[in-house]
């Protein structure tokens, strides 16, 4: 994210990636709850085509790419040090750091 890869996420990662990048298709996708690493159950094909097709159209179409990729580094700026130092001091009311 932080180069303006696009990333396609599971589970708890929507906060970080958006449940939508730039009214696209969606890069945030549900696992089954039967797939854990304990059960180690291979997603069926039906399972996999949502991530397949996102990442076709991310190759196949230059212009979704770019949006999508400017969307990223934009999220990644949310979580650069300085932008949560910020915030930190603001919430806490201590400033301990410097950048």
């Excluded at 291979?42 to 949006?67: G, K, M, N």
């Excluded at 969307?71 to 410097?98: C, I, N, P, S």
Aim: charged fraction near 20%.
């Amino acid at each position: 994210m932080m180069n303006g890869i696009p990333v396609l996420a599971r589970g708890s990662l929507p906060e970080i990636c958006g449940a939508r990048v730039a009214d696209a298709s969606p890069l945030v996708f549900h696992i089954p709850k039967q797939h854990t690493p304990e059960t180690r159950v291979l997603v069926s094909e039906t399972e996999a085509q949502p991530w397949v097709d996102a990442i076709i159209e991310l190759y196949d179409a230059p212009d979704h790419y770019q949006t999508v990729s400017h969307d990223m580094l934009a999220r990644a700026g949310r979580w650069k040090t300085e932008t949560l130092l910020d915030q930190y001091e603001q919430v806490f009311g201590v400033k301990h750091f410097e950048t």
